[in-house]
């Protein structure tokens, strides 16, 4: 077995240019997502029309532009690529981040990402097709949780781990943007001092607003759990919008939708500087 995976992984640095464009084609469509859904989102915040939404509804915003179908099956080359590279992530650990304790939750978390990716790059290509639904991923975050919800006696304690899940990728979000391990993901030696700092600057502001969104939605499913009421359950979108009922809430809201913004420019400096496999660009 460990020598399958040796030769697997031998195959992986062999191809490492086709793994790496992969990676960065995945990272730049995520970046342009999360600029649209942090830009609709600063638009509402500040009064200029906009809406919250999440990365499902970015690809319908780019569906709705001129040669949106170009531009939405672009979107879904990008999405599928990435899905490709944490497939790899998860399979092989190329890279050796998951040899760690920690490294089976990695592991999961790289597939369970892989998997909703690659059906958001389906469901592009399906609109495209003229096949796709338009239903936005709040729905469909209630439908599903409703579902789970009727396989007693499990379903609510799926649900709720769904929720913890959540909450503990939003606190490793929260540790990824005020610790070390930020700089050593990126390669800016080629960047001014001044550049520098701004672009990592702009990736902790980035990560952390958007572990405040997976904090939120965690909580909500936590709370569909304990009441058995799939309502009770928020995609990202709603969670976004829900920050506006909180103490200083529009304020909140206007500073987490100006941090996705952010985080779409961080995950683009990803497509540009992330080591990937070990490899600065």
Known sequence: MNVRFSDARQVVVEH?????????????????????????????????????????????????????????????????????????????????????QSGPLKRFWWALMAVLHASLA???????????SSADGD??????????????????????????GFGVGAAYDFYCAFSSKLDKALDLSRLSAGARRWAVRASRFGIAARACVSLAAGAFFIVAAVRSNPHEAKGFADSLGSLRAMPMGAYLFAAVSLGLIAFGVYQLIEARYRRVLGRAR
Do not use: H, N
């Open 122 to 132: 389906v469901w592009a290509i399906s609109m495209v097709l003229g096949s796709g």
């Open 16 to 100: 490492r240019r086709w793994v790496e464009a992969l990676a960065r084609a995945g990272y730049a469509t995520r970046g342009a997502l999360y600029v649209i859904v942090g830009g609709l989102s600063a638009l509402a915040a500040f009064g200029y029309g906009g809406e919250t939404t999440d990365t499902k509804g970015a690809l319908l915003e780019l569906y709705r532009q001129p040669f949106g179908a170009l531009l939405l099956t672009l979107a879904a080359v990008g999405l599928a690529g990435y899905a490709a590279f944490l497939v790899c992530r998860a399979a092989l650990d190329p890279e050796g981040e998951a040899r760690s």
């Open 139 to 164: 729905e469909q975050t209630r439908g599903v949780t409703a579902m789970v919800l009727g396989w007693r006696p499990l379903g609510p304690w799926l649900v709720g781990a769904v929720g913890v």
